[in-house]
């Protein structure tokens, strides 16, 4: 069975200080990997996705992520962090080949202090 | 523009009353979602559709039912509502099979007293 477990519910950083958001998956094949962003009182939005091809991954707003399959990990990073990051993200794993299901994770809070 | 819209953002209803969630999309997508959002546990699947009049079972699918009469609207229907249902409510679409990314609309915030 695929699922996703993000490590730490609430992240803290300083603006303009790296931001590192964990993500490890557990697939017995290789996986799609997604990150989403939601921002207070709205709905989610794709960040990045991972589909098997370049491992480091490039996304919106500066954010970046790196599919390790020795680690089954695909943290989300962004070298510096801003005060409009201030959002809760969530890693996705695409499960099956029909349709479109993901399992999400627990999801993330960050917080940017100036 | 992508565009899925929910016909409440805030709700508030009383134990065992019959409550009906809409959800739209303009963008002519296939597959539509109906997922709850509950803290510390991320979003869970509901039901879902593929095409009008279809629909499947998600995780979590006990004590709602959905309906897609149209391929733009996705309702979700809780029979007797309970407190157990306040929740985030989210509604979600994608273009078509197997395409993965999935365009949220903003959500409903559920309350049963």
């Known amino acids: 069975a695929q699922s996703v477990t993000q490590l730490g519910s609430h992240v803290s950083v300083s603006e303009g200080a790296l931001v590192l958001l964990r993500c490890n998956y557990s697939s017995s094949v290789p996986p799609y990997l997604f990150w989403y962003v939601q921002y207070p009182n709205q709905g989610l939005q794709l960040l990045l996705k991972y589909t098997s091809a370049a491992t480091l991954v490039k996304g919106i707003n500066g954010f970046e992520a790196e599919f390790k399959k020795s680690e089954t990990s695909f943290h989300l990073t962004k070298p510096s962090a801003h005060m409009s990051d201030a959002a809760e993200y969530f890693c996705?794993?695409?499960?099956?080949?029909?349709?479109?299901?993901?399992?999400f994770g627990s999801g993330t809070k960050l917080n940017v202090k100036p | 523009d992508v565009k899925v819209t929910q016909s409440s953002r805030y709700l508030v209803k009383r134990t065992g009353e019959k409550v009906f969630l809409e959800c739209v999309q303009d963008?002519?997508?296939?597959?539509m979602f109906w997922y709850r959002q509950d803290p510390g546990l991320g979003l869970r699947l509901i039901y879902f559709s593929y095409d009008v009049k279809m629909k499947e079972k998600g995780d979590i699918p006990e004590g709602y039912s959905v309906s897609r009469e149209k391929k733009e609207r996705f309702s979700l229907i809780l029979e007797s509502a309970s407190t157990n249902q306040t929740s985030m409510y989210l509604c979600a679409s994608s273009l078509k099979r197997n395409q993965e990314t999935q365009y949220f609309g903003p959500g409903t915030r559920l309350l049963v007293l």
């Open positions: 996705a794993v695409k499960r099956g080949n029909n349709f479109n299901k993901f399992y």
């Open positions: 963008m002519d997508h296939e597959n």
